[in-house]
């Protein structure tokens, strides 16, 4: 199927989008699992950022407002941010109205959309997108929204407990390039295994990573919320790491992108859309039932509202890093995927970053 043929065909799957522009884009218990982080304090209510728009009371832009395609995975509650930004007026108050639009092709194909103008931003895993960037894509990471969003399981009743314990096993995944094999083999190396020889990632679709496990296929399975979190749900099976672990619990997952032409032609909008979608993120750490609310009508429906709301709360809503701390993170990011060879030995982290990243909002 070519680029323009799966974008288009993800339309059917939108759900309240506005109607498209005269640019056409193209194209899922443990205790862990279900503590809740700290929600902010109260007094976040009134200050500033707070103020969430139209659809709350406050105004929006004058003006008419300008229309712009922001592709993401509708399947990722993750991203709920998103859809807060659209429904609580969060794009209305910088003066865009965006087209939401469900993209599940592949990364590559993502990034070639972004890069040839066909969508104007998108939201996605930096451990799904960094890899193809160093490959050189005329697209521009802006902003961050979230950490969290990936764990490693393991049966409940097996021996493994820790990364440790991982050693000469079976390890489930989705793709061979999938952020959670990527990130558990970086999480492995620094534990003292080799990802290439101690263990071995095996690849199964995405539904059927479960059944592996309990069919002895694998010993354990890595992959991204919310179907690990669901897996966990009747207690068979325990999360035995996550991105939320040791130093990687102020780290960023996700992040946005544009294409790099609007950095160069339309900067203000990149820096809107920024603003938006961090104010949004802000909103979703102070307000989590609310913003689970808002995505319901936009998910694939096998989330029920309770598990949304509480995949809100786990998610790190409230670190979203922009300018020098984002391209830290990042960099950090670069020198990992060096040391379980999946980057190029010859690239710099520290200048990748520089070139992947645009400050928009200094």
């Known amino acids: 199927m070519s680029t323009n043929d799966s974008f288009g065909s993800r ?7 506005a109607t498209v ?3 056409v884009p193209l194209a899922m218990v443990s205790q862990k699992v279900f503590a809740t982080p700290k929600i902010l304090p109260a007094p976040f209510e009134g200050a500033p950022i707070c103020t969430t728009g139209a659809a709350d009371g406050a105004a929006a832009a004058a003006g008419a407002l300008k229309k712009i395609s922001f592709a993401w995975n509708a399947g990722a509650p993750c991203l709920l941010g998103v859809t807060v930004a659209k429904e609580k007026g969060f794009f209305a108050k910088h003066g865009l109205d965006v087209d939401l ?8 194909q993502l990034l070639e959309t972004l890069a040839t103008g066909k969508a104007d931003a998108a939201g996605g895993m930096a451990l799904r997108w960094l890899k193809p960037m160093e490959q050189g894509f005329d697209v521009k990471i802006i902003a961050s929204t979230h950490g969290g969003c990936l764990r490693l399981l393991a049966p409940t009743a097996s021996d493994i407990k820790s990364l440790k314990d991982l050693k000469g096993k079976v390890i489930a995944v989705s793709d061979q390039n999938s952020p959670g ?3 558990f083999a970086i999480r492995l190396k620094k534990a003292g295994l080799d990802p290439e020889k101690d263990v071995e990632f095996k690849q199964f679709p995405g539904p059927l990573l479960r059944v592996s496990v309990e069919k002895g296929e694998a010993h354990a399975l890595a992959d991204n919320d919310p179907i690990t979190f669901l897996f966990q749900k009747d207690g068979a099976f325990r999360e035995v ?3 939320l672990d040791g130093e990687y619990a102020h780290r960023v997952c996700c992040i ?3 294409r790099g032409s609007l950095i160069r032609d339309d900067k203000p909008t990149a820096t809107a859309l920024a603003r938006a979608l961090i104010e949004a ?3 979703a750490a102070h307000h989590p039932e609310e913003a689970a609310a808002t995505y319901a009508p936009y998910g694939p429906g096998k989330v029920a509202p309770a ?3 509480t995949l809100s709360k786990y998610h790190t809503h409230a670190h979203h890093p922009v300018g020098g701390d984002l391209k830290k993170e990042l960099a950090l990011y670069a020198e990992e995927l060096k040391l379980v060879s999946i980057f190029k030995p010859s690239t710099d982290p520290k200048k990748f970053a520089e070139r992947i990243y645009a400050d928009v909002l200094s």
Do not use: Q
Not at 11 to 17: D, E, H, Q, S
Not at 101 to 108: H, I, K, L, Q
């Open 181 to 183: 094999k990527n990130f």
């Open 241 to 243: 790491s996550s991105n």
């Open 281 to 283: 993120a802000d909103y």
């Open 307 to 309: 598990d949304l709301v």
């Open 256 to 258: 946005v992108g544009v």
């Open 11 to 17: 339309r059917a799957f939108l759900v309240g989008a």
């Open 21 to 23: 522009g005269a640019t």
């Open 101 to 108: 639009v469900n993209y599940s092709g592949s990364t590559d």
